[in-house]
């Protein structure tokens, strides 16, 4: 709600949206565009600029549209601005079943990764991951590029103690 991209990414139209269904009542049904004719990926897009995001998240109508997204597709995904500094991603997570955390590798600091995950916990979420995006070094592997990310400095294991990282999760309802 804050810097919609999506419509953008997706080419879509961006005139209903998740604010339309939240500040006046729009059925989701009207506001949810497929993205190609023959696939079964759907967008709510943002809708129209809110002064408020934060508060239209915690408008009564959040949960019911939720709910009605849940029982209507096998995986809903929202994507929310930064856990740290906004209510907006905190919000959202209230009303799912787990939350993946995407940083930026170079970029996130370790204590910040480790900040917005006690956030997300202190809410009693679930956190089902993490998504390094970026590139570090061209001969890291990726699992040393994540430790550089998510453990301090002066914790970090030694290469050949180095846990691995989990095995792809698949995210069902």
Known sequence: LRNPQLHQAFNLPNT????????????????LQQVLPDEALYVITAGPAHPDP????????LTPMMAACK????LVIVDTPAVLGLADAMLMAQHS????????????????VKQATEQIQS??????????????????????????????EDTRAE???QATLPPQTVLHR
Do not use: C
């Not at 209903?16 to 506001?31: D, F, N, R």
């Not at 079943?97 to 910040?112: C, F, K, N, P, S």
């Open 97 to 112: 079943d787990g939350t993946i955390l995407v940083t930026r590798l170079g970029q996130t600091h370790g204590h910040l």
């Open 159 to 161: 290469p050949s103690s």
């Open 71 to 74: 029982r209507a597709f096998d």
């Open 123 to 152: 809410l009693e979420g679930t956190l089902l991951g993490l998504v390094a995006n970026g590139e570090k070094g061209h001969n890291l592997p990726l699992r040393q590029t994540v430790s550089d990310v998510v453990e301090p």
């Open 16 to 31: 209903y949206g998740l604010s339309s269904i939240l500040s006046h009542g729009l059925h989701p049904k009207q506001a």
């Open 54 to 61: 934060a508060t239209l998240l915690a408008s009564p109508r």
